[in-house]
């Protein structure tokens, strides 16, 4: 049973690495592995990526990159979730592309502006990367939306906010991190649906609906947290009162 | 060379004249020959000088040499026609047939973005029956309107070729025409099959009945053209512990069962269980069909019904 026994012992160091590798949590000396593809998911994906304007997220633009690329028709089987990939390929080029441009993108908010301007100023900028594709967006988000695709588009959804709170420097670590990021999961989500009916020039009125949702987020938060801190407040004002009056609590 | 007399896999003998019945499955049943004791030491991959050393196993009997397996795999699928088309019905509640038609359309073959369409050539391991191959050619012809197909069905079995000749005389004629036949071992692939000229390569429910599953693999990578696919449909493992404990009390108590009552023959449906549970899990299959050189996407594998059954698919890179 020798080589059964290897090869067990093989599966398992696969899945040790993929473990050790994958953090819950940003890590500044161990980075992330680059990308869910392969090199030869890669070549395909970045070759039918280019027919997404003319064909949409569809099997015939994979077909076609896969052409370009100088593979078969048939090697689109690479993909077992067929037209999702070519979205979910959108979906992590995009939001990787926001790291390495936060420098540029956040030149003009000052130093001292707050996060909320600074997430402001990221969300616009991935919208924007929906700009070459946007006629075709409304086809990608019926397919995301299709019961077996809709974790995975959940999850890049959460990572994307992550991400841009994660880059406008939200350091965080009260159960504000959760409403934070649920929060402009949504804002961003309504924002997107928007921008797909969007006429306007320059998107300029997609971005004064997410000003005006971010904008609601915020008076909405400080309501919350006024409220709380009030019932807080006359939470313990009451005990102290019932202590006062000898009730042993 | 008396080096491989074990590589004769996947091997379904029809004794008896078989019946034609029409889009009958892929038998997953087997009968078994009197089972000889042998020596325990067995390993399934390991290359001996002697080939005829070479052990593997049956069920769950350790120590068969492969050409034993080879023998009693082909004393299999001998009643095929139309109790196991009952039983695979039976023992799947007619589930296979879903797993079928969903394995082929992922595949969609035939669909090309060039027009005029791409010609394509694709072989059918352990398919005697064509119940894959007519699925593809339906698909090829009617759903993508691409008659530029080739489809060969390969099987180790004249006998079972002789069912899927009968079952394809119903077919449309055009369809016909680009059907052919080829008895073969899939571990050794005659030279007619020249390397690199396959675009896809499929076998379902045939893989584990195999005497050498790396050395099927290896053929696989051989003949298949760079950027050509490799799927394969396959039982495998449930994840669910839940419904993997409901599952293997249908599979070890009721299938053998059934199998009696149904087909008088109890022997070949406790094969049938035992070597799906033998079939390496998802995860290991995956190391093996990258072992033999291919490229998987994504986890590798898509499973069926919590894992009853999964389809694994990889490519040949460029």
Redesign the interface.
């Known amino acids: 049973m020798a080589p059964s026994r290897a090869l067990a012992r093989l599966t398992l160091l696969r899945r040790a690495q993929q473990t050790a590798l994958r953090r819950p949590y940003h890590s500044y000396d161990h980075p992330a592995p680059t990308g869910i593809f392969n090199a030869h998911e890669q070549a395909i994906l970045s070759a039918a990526y280019k027919h997404v304007p003319e064909h949409g997220f569809t099997a015939q633009s994979l077909s076609l990159g896969a052409r370009d690329a100088g593979y078969l028709d048939v090697s689109t089987n690479l993909f077992s979730e067929g037209p999702f990939s070519l979205i979910r390929y959108h979906l992590v080029t995009q939001r990787e592309a926001l790291a390495p441009r936060r420098e540029a993108i956040l030149a003009d908010v000052t130093a001292s502006t707050a996060v909320p301007a600074r997430v402001e100023r990221l969300t616009w900028e991935r919208l924007l990367g929906n700009r070459d594709v946007n006629h075709r967006w409304q086809e990608a988000l019926a397919i995301m939306a299709q019961p077996s695709h809709v974790p995975a588009s959940l999850h890049e959804l959460a990572l994307l906010a992550d991400e841009i709170h994660f880059l406008a420097g939200d350091t965080s670590v009260d159960p504000s991190w959760y409403t934070k990021r649920g929060g402009l999961s949504m804002i961003y989500a309504s924002s997107e649906l928007f921008m797909t009916n969007d006429r306007s020039p320059g998107f300029g009125n997609t971005r004064a609906f997410l000003q005006r949702r971010l904008a609601e987020a915020g008076s909405l938060s400080g309501a919350v947290g006024s409220v709380t801190q009030w019932l807080g407040f006359t939470a313990s004002a009451g005990v102290n009162v019932l202590r006062s009056k000898g009730v042993r609590i | 060379m008396v080096a491989r007399p074990a590589l004769r896999a996947a091997t379904r003998i029809a004794r008896r004249q078989p019946v034609a019945s029409t889009y009958s499955s892929h038998n997953f049943c087997t009968s078994t020959p009197t089972l000889r004791p042998s020596t325990a030491s ?5 290359d001996s000088s002697n080939g005829s050393t070479r052990t593997t196993h049956f069920g769950f009997q350790d120590g068969i040499s492969e050409s034993e397996k080879t023998e009693r795999v082909a004393g299999v699928f001998h009643s095929v026609a139309e109790s196991y088309d009952r039983m695979n019905d039976l023992m799947s509640f007619g589930w296979h047939r879903i797993w079928k038609d969903h394995f082929v359309s ?4 035939g ?4 027009i005029p369409p ?1 010609p ?1 050539r694709i072989l059918d391991v352990a398919g005697g029956t064509g119940d894959i191959a007519f699925r593809m050619l339906n698909q090829s012809h009617v759903v993508n309107a691409n008659p530029n197909i080739h489809i060969t069905i390969s099987d180790i079995n004249p006998s079972m070729l002789a069912v899927g000749k009968q079952r394809s005389l119903s077919l449309p004629a055009a369809q016909q025409a680009t059907l052919s036949f080829l008895e073969a071992d899939a571990t050794q692939l005659p030279a007619t099959i020249a390397p690199d000229s396959l ?2 390569y499929t076998v379902a429910f045939g893989i584990r009945n195999f005497a050498n599953i790396p050395a099927a693999l290896a053929e696989a990578h051989r003949v298949l ?1 760079p ?3 490799f ?1 394969c449909l396959e039982f495998s493992k449930v994840g669910n512990p839940v419904f993997d404990a409901v599952y293997k009390r249908w599979s070890f108590s009721a299938i053998p069962l059934i199998g009696q009552l149904v087909a008088g023959d109890r022997d070949s449906y406790q094969y049938l269980v035992e070597s799906i549970e033998r079939f ?1 899990s998802q ?2 299959f995956r ?2 069909i990258e072992d033999a050189g291919f ?4 986890k590798g ?2 499973d069926l019904t919590l894992g009853v059954a999964a ?1 694994h ?1 990889g ?1 040949k ?2």
Do not use: C, F, H, W
């Open positions: 067995s390993s399934s991959t390991r992922s595949l969609n073959p669909y090309s973005s060039s791409k394509q675009d896809l053209k950027g050509g696919v799927a390496p995860d290991e190391g093996l490229v998987v996407g994504g594998y898509e389809i698919k490519m890179p460029l």
